[in-house]
């Protein structure tokens, strides 16, 4: 019956070896710039420092940054990427290449999110686009041109629009998702840049069956992220 002790010491050291073991093999699958802003951050340093020398000049992601705000000089790379997609995503609404009210702009760790009305986009049921849908694409398409970018098309519909030929939403939405898709790659964008995901109604903006609600979540999102990012941290 004695003698057993070493043996739970024992397992407590294989446990903390492999705990040890999976740490290092999820930092090796972090992006470098990742990497250099935890560093940055435990060591106190977060303030960009225009003398030195920084890959921001020979990112390709990042063009144009006479363009960023002195008072983003602050913020790490990745967020200086972020800040310039958003603004040019803002000049657009500006422009009233997207009609701002029937859309709205949102961030996070991993990319800039545009979202559209459906109605905006196309006819009623149907994936047939719209002339404003056109005009939405087109300054997709300009900005995809311009930054080096990969996107997410998601494609979402309310709980009753969706007619013959379709037989639910998941097939509206997915092939308003396919279409957005198609138009970009016969301009141009390679089909390995982008995505196309269907929700169907299964993602709600507000909950409800009122028309508000339903107007609400009729839409598109196009997510912009980075080329480096992996498939894994984009949330679909």
Known sequence: MGGGAWKV???DFVTAMMAFFLLLWILSMVPPETKAGLAAYFSGERNFDSSSTSPISNNPFIQNTDKIDARDLKINEVEKSHYAIAQKIKQMLMADA???NSSGISADDVGVQLRVNSDVMF???SI???PEGTKVL???LKLMNEYNLYLVVRGHADSTEAKPPYASAWELSGGRAAAMVHYLA????KPTRMRAVSYGDTRPLKPGIDEQSRALNRRVEFFFHRPEVMSYSVVY
């Open 9 to 11: 010491a024992y397992a």
């Open 98 to 100: 997207v009609p701002q």
């Open 123 to 125: 006819k009623p049921g």
């Open 128 to 130: 047939e686009l719209q």
């Open 138 to 140: 087109e300054a997709v």
């Open 186 to 189: 016969s301009h141009g964008i």
